[in-house]
């Protein structure tokens, strides 16, 4: 029970607290402005008076809802165009040019052209972090369907398993740990590519926002409150998706 604690709380607390620490001497001892690395202790303080005002709870909620709708447009077209391309291969060999040139493009080269199309706001923001997450899920998907067994193929069609129930019991699992993969991958870019977005599209609410406009006005200690605000987030979001998958694909690596 002790030895299970230290492995999940102690020493990542402690190496939190480390860190913390050593950041509050450092800003404290004159070595860096405290202009440029403010004392912990107003950063908290910054972080407690957004949190009390409210403006902190809007910023947080603004952000997951649109991480959210990004991720579920992303998945809802990235994974049945990805099942079709991965099942009829010459569709894929056909495309894959285009295929590698989008996957190796950073969505954010594509920013301008977004807000040249679409102007400023929440449509362009949507658009990105959509297209981000839906390529991230149709490549992930094209490799899941490769993944399934041809052996459990031939005994599904030998023994005439209906196609419902060869799709449950055959293809969703064996495409599962490498989907689950892809939806860990897409947690990580399309979050990214809406903190980038809010801060770069003329947006007015948002974690990103929130941090660009008050390193405009040199508030840093407020900048880096919402940092720590949004990389600690990231890390929830991270971290609860990867408890979630590893209880519900439990048979994944065997």
């Not at 403010?38 to 809007?58: C, M, N, Q, Y």
């Amino acid at each position: 029970m002790m030895s299970s604690f230290k492995h999940l709380w102690f020493r990542p607390l402690t190496g939190l607290v480390l860190v913390l620490a050593g950041w509050q001497v450092l800003a404290c001892s004159g070595l860096v402005r405290s202009f440029f690395l403010p004392p912990v202790t107003s950063v908290v303080r910054a972080l407690a008076e957004r949190l009390s005002s409210g403006e902190l709870l809007i910023a947080i909620g603004t952000t997951i809802w649109r991480f959210a709708l990004a991720m579920g447009l992303g998945t809802a077209f990235g994974v049945p165009v990805g099942i079709a391309f991965g099942r009829v291969r010459a569709l894929y060999d056909t495309f894959i040019f285009w295929i590698e040139f989008l996957r190796a493009l950073p969505v954010t080269a594509l920013f301008p052209l977004f807000i040249a199309f679409f102007g400023t706001g929440t449509l362009p923001l949507l658009l990105a972090a959509s297209l981000s997450s839906l390529l991230i899920m149709f490549v992930n998907t094209v490799e899941a369907v490769g993944n399934i067994p041809i052996e459990l193929e031939r005994l599904a069609k030998l023994v005439r398993l209906p196609l419902y129930r060869k799709w449950l019991g055959v293809h969703v699992p064996s495409m599962l740990p490498q989907l689950s993969q892809g939806i860990r991958n897409n947690i990580s870019v399309t979050f990214i590519v809406v903190i980038v977005s809010e801060m770069l599209m003329g947006l007015s609410t948002g974690l990103g926002y929130s941090i660009y406009d008050s390193s405009l006005s040199f508030r840093l200690d407020v900048t880096y409150a919402f940092v720590l605000t949004t990389g600690f987030l990231g890390w929830v979001l991270n971290s609860t998706y990867l408890a979630v998958a590893h209880r519900a694909i439990h048979w994944r690596g065997r």
